[in-house]
T-cell receptor
Framework: EPEVTQTPSHQVTQMGQEVILRCVPI?????FYWYRQILGQKVEFLVS????????KSEIFDDQFSVERPDGSNFTLKIRSTKLEDSAMYFC?????????????FGDGTRLSIL | SQKIEQNSEALNIQEGKTATLTCNYT??????LQWYRQDPGRGPVFLLL?????KEKRKERLKVTFDTTLKQSLFHITASQPADSATYLC???????????FGRGTSLIVHP
């Protein structure tokens, strides 16, 4: 079964540095998402992306964050000037369309640790 | 304020019994509700979706009910197995939005 793949599995970065988290969504999917999950907390929506532009974003997704689909396969989340509180699991998800009965398929995440 | 509440205490049951997990919500008008399974260090895995106009959905040993009057969904696993041990997440999406909001999940531990 096709999978969403995320790299790296674990990223350790110094506070203030920039990180790029990478995702390869399922190939025929059209909608892409980033979520984060702080340790012990719930999964929180960050941003959705369709047709090469952001379709929705949450309050968490401020100017520190950006997303890009640089080619036909990768979907990236960039976090600038990282802060300690950015430490979390970051999940990418993809979906074939936006209709009901179209569940999101999640990757296994990147654990981001800010020191 | 909007809330999605799942029991924060782990549910411990014996193998072969039926596990029942609860998801309550307030101040939402959900178009649909989803249940996901999450294993430690892994991403959520979709299990079932139920729409606002549906009362019950089944898939193999899984059953979901949805009561929009009580503002509650119940998730049942029959003939539970130790392999069913995981955290189960409830997520709902409001009408007009396809972005699910997740609850914190309930941990299920099935003892052999």
């Amino acid at each position: 079964e096709p999978e969403v793949t995320q790299t790296p599995s674990h990223q350790v970065t110094q506070m203030g540095q920039e990180v790029i988290l990478r995702c390869v969504p399922i190939s025929n999917h059209l909608y892409f998402y980033w979520y984060r999950q702080i340790l012990g907390q719930k999964v929180e929506f960050l941003v959705s992306f369709y047709n090469n532009e952001i379709s929705e974003k949450s309050e968490i997704f401020d100017d520190q964050f950006s997303v890009e689909r640089p080619d036909g396969s990768n979907f990236t989340l960039k976090i600038r000037s990282t802060k300690l509180e950015d430490s979390a699991m970051y999940f990418c998800a993809s979906q074939p369309s936006s209709g009901l009965n179209q569940p999101q398929h999640f990757g296994d995440g990147t654990r981001l640790s800010i020191l | 304020s909007q809330k999605i509440e799942q029991n924060s205490e782990a549910l411990n049951i014996q193998e072969g019994k039926t596990a029942t997990l609860t998801c309550n919500y307030t101040n939402y008008s959900p178009a649909y509700l989803q249940w996901y399974r999450q294993d430690p260090g892994r991403g959520p895995v979709f299990l079932l979706l139920i729409r606002e106009n549906e009362k019950e959905k089944r898939k193999e040993r899984l059953k979901v009910t949805f009561d929009t009057t009580l503002k509650q969904s119940l998730f049942h696993i029959t003939a539970s197995q130790p392999a069913d041990s995981a955290t189960y997440l409830c997520a709902l999406a409001e009408r007009g939005s396809y972005i699910p909001t997740f609850g914190r999940g309930t941990s299920l531990i099935v003892h052999p």
